[in-house]
C-alpha cells in the first residue's frame, strides 16, 4: 500500500493575533503547523516538518533567521502580520528566491486613530483621573488639578498646539494629520514614505508641543536616518 503524500503546510510562528483570532476560519483552508501547541522546541518540530512547509506566518517577535530558513528546503512564501520585515532574514530570502509580504497599510488607520485617541488621553489627564477616583484619594489629595483643551497649552498666554507626526513606518501621515484638524492645531509629517515638503524634523524641533513618533516600539531597526529620534 502507497502512503499518501504529506499535505502542504503553512508554519505559523508567534502566533500572530490576527492567527488567533480566525484561526477556526483559517484551518477549515490550510493545513497549518502549531509549533507552541506541542513540547518539542521550535528547532526539533521544525524539522520533523521540513518536508512539506511551503510558507511561513509569523508575527513581528517570531524571527524568521537563517537557520530557519535553511531547515525548510520547500519553502517558498513568507509572511508577516506586521508591516516591518527586520524580523526576516531577507538577504536568505532572496538568496533561496522566496517571497515575502507584510502587512502594508492594513492596520495604518487603526494605529493612527489610536495615536489621536492616546494624545487625547496624555493631554486631558483622562486615565491618571480615572486613576484617582478608583483610588478614591480626592479627600486627602483636593480635586484633581484642571487639564488644557487639546488645541491649546496655558503659559503666559494661550497659544495653539504645534503636532508633528514623525513616520518611519507605513502609518499614512498627511491624509491621518486631518483627524487633530478639528482642535485648531497645526500639524506636519516627516517621514519615508508620503512626499512632503517639510523641512526636516531636527530644524523645527523646538517649535513643536507634541511628538507621535510612529512605530516607537521598535519594528524597524534603527538606520542612520532615524537615530536618535
Not at 497645526?186 to 523641512?199: K, N, T, Y
Request: aromatic residues 8%; contains cysteine; hydrophobic residues 40%.
Amino acid at each position: 500500500m502507497t502512503t499518501p503524500p504529506l499535505a502542504t503546510a503553512i508554519l505559523v510562528l508567534g502566533p500572530p493575533l490576527v492567527f488567533k483570532a480566525y484561526e477556526t476560519e483559517f484551518s477549515e483552508k490550510f493545513n497549518f503547523l502549531k509549533p507552541w501547541k506541542t513540547p518539542l522546541p521550535l528547532h526539533q518540530f521544525i524539522v520533523t516538518h521540513s518536508a512539506n512547509v511551503k510558507a511561513i506566518f509569523c508575527s513581528a517577535v517570531s524571527p524568521v533567521t537563517a537557520e530557519i530558513i535553511q531547515s525548510l528546503p520547500e519553502l517558498r512564501f513568507v509572511l508577516a502580520s506586521s508591516i516591518g520585515v527586520n524580523h526576516i532574514d531577507l538577504r536568505e530570502c532572496k538568496r533561496r528566491g522566496i517571497v515575502v509580504a507584510n502587512a502594508g497599510s492594513t492596520f495604518a488607520e487603526d494605529v493612527a486613530d489610536m495615536a489621536v485617541g492616546l494624545l487625547i488621553d496624555v493631554v486631558k489627564r483622562i486615565s491618571a483621573g480615572d486613576r484617582l477616583v478608583k483610588a478614591r484619594v480626592w479627600p486627602r489629595q483636593g480635586d484633581y488639578p484642571l487639564t488644557h483643551k487639546v488645541c491649546y497649552i496655558y503659559m503666559k498666554e494661550l497659544l495653539k498646539q504645534f503636532f508633528w507626526l514623525v513616520g518611519v513606518g507605513c502609518v499614512p501621515g498627511p491624509s491621518r494629520l486631518g483627524t487633530t484638524a478639528p482642535f485648531g492645531s497645526s500639524h506636519h509629517f516627516h517621514g519615508p514614505l508620503a512626499a512632503c515638503d517639510e523641512p526636516p524634523f531636527t530644524n523645527r524641533a523646538a517649535e513643536v508641543d507634541v511628538v507621535d513618533q510612529s512605530n516607537r516600539r521598535g519594528d524597524l531597526s534603527p538606520t542612520p536616518e532615524t537615530h536618535h529620534i
